[in-house]
């Protein structure tokens, strides 16, 4: 997989993208990770990427040229699945949608900034935008190294028990079960008996039944949901 990133801000992804899952997922070749500076497209001479919005509004919008520029650049090289926007009115972030997009071959994710992007980028270049959430942050990075993380993690190959992403909360609709490791008693407070017993199949039983439990008592909302990230494209 390939994952070109456009930013205004190529610092604040150094670090979320440098380490731990991505980092050995990189070193492996599961995935390619480039991050574009969007001042490198620019036609204005002090490098702006910005400008005033017409009508106005306070604030300031990002421009066309240089995200039309990037993009049309990224696109003579190769073909992208999608183009995705981050912005805090996109389709929610969701574990299904994680899933789809471990999927693709290709992928551009456009950073939000500022007070937002000249509306015709979303128009016309973007294919589906995300939100990772009901709150507005200072800019796309963040949101996109949130998207990065939650893709290559499910990519195959990238962790080193594949089998752990699909215990995952919210895979299949359910948060996790707990989770224990050793001493199975500390200060007085045990593990529970049954994960001590061996009996795989009445583990597996248990698991499932404090997942639902979970479930209900936490996030009963996405009992009812159906899977998200279907007919998704922007």
Same mark, same amino acid.
């Given at each position: 997989?390939?994952?070109?990133?456009?930013?205004?801000?190529?610092?604040?992804?150094?670090?979320?993208?440098?380490?731990?899952?991505?980092?050995?997922?990189?070193?492996?070749?599961?995935?390619?990770?480039?991050?574009?500076?969007?001042?490198?497209?620019?036609?204005?001479?002090?490098?702006?990427?910005?400008?005033?919005?017409?009508?106005?509004?306070?604030?300031?919008?990002?421009?066309?040229?240089?995200?039309?520029?990037?993009?049309?650049?990224?696109?003579?090289?190769?073909?992208?699945?999608?183009?995705?926007?981050?912005?805090?009115?996109?389709?929610?972030?969701?574990?299904? #949608? !994680?899933?789809?997009?471990? %999927?693709?071959?290709?992928?551009? +994710? /456009?950073?939000?900034?500022?007070? @937002?992007?000249?509306?015709?980028?979303?128009?016309?270049?973007?294919?589906?935008?995300?939100?990772?959430?009901?709150?507005?942050?200072?800019?796309?990075?963040?949101?996109?190294?949130?998207?990065?993380?939650?893709?290559?993690?499910?990519?195959?190959?990238?962790?080193?028990?594949?089998?752990?992403?699909?215990?995952?909360?919210?895979?299949?609709?359910?948060?996790?079960?707990?989770?224990?490791?050793?001493?199975?008693?500390?200060?007085?407070?045990?593990?529970?008996?049954?994960?001590?017993?061996?009996?795989?199949?009445?583990?597996?039983?248990?698991?499932?039944? #404090? !997942?639902?439990?979970?479930? %209900?008592?936490?996030?009963?909302? +996405? /009992?009812?949901?159906?899977?998200? @990230?279907?007919?998704?494209?922007?």
């Amino acid at each position: 997989m390939r994952i070109d990133i456009i930013t205004v801000l190529p610092e604040m992804l150094r670090g979320p993208l440098d380490c731990s899952i991505i980092e050995r997922a990189k070193r492996k070749g599961l995935v390619e990770i480039e991050v574009h500076n969007l001042r490198d497209y620019t036609e204005n001479k002090h490098r702006k990427v910005d400008d005033y919005p017409f009508g106005g509004e306070a604030g300031m919008v990002m421009a066309i040229q240089p995200v039309d520029a990037c993009i049309s650049h990224l696109k003579s090289q190769r073909d992208y699945d999608e183009v995705i926007f981050t912005s805090p009115d996109g389709e929610t972030l969701s574990q299904p #949608m !994680a899933n789809q997009l471990s %999927l693709l071959q290709n992928i551009i +994710i /456009l950073c939000g900034h500022y007070k @937002g992007v000249d509306y015709r980028i979303r128009e016309h270049l973007i294919t589906k935008e995300i939100s990772i959430g009901d709150y507005v942050l200072t800019g796309g990075e963040l949101p996109a190294a949130v998207i990065a993380d939650a893709i290559i993690r499910l990519i195959p190959g990238a962790i080193g028990d594949e089998q752990s992403a699909l215990s995952d909360s919210f895979q299949d609709n359910l948060l996790a079960p707990p989770v224990y490791t050793r001493p199975a008693e500390y200060k007085g407070w045990r593990v529970p008996d049954i994960l001590l017993s061996g009996h795989e199949a009445k583990i597996a039983e248990w698991r499932y039944e #404090m !997942a639902v439990k979970r479930t %209900l008592e936490r996030r009963p909302d +996405i /009992l009812r949901e159906p899977d998200r @990230g279907e007919n998704s494209k922007g």
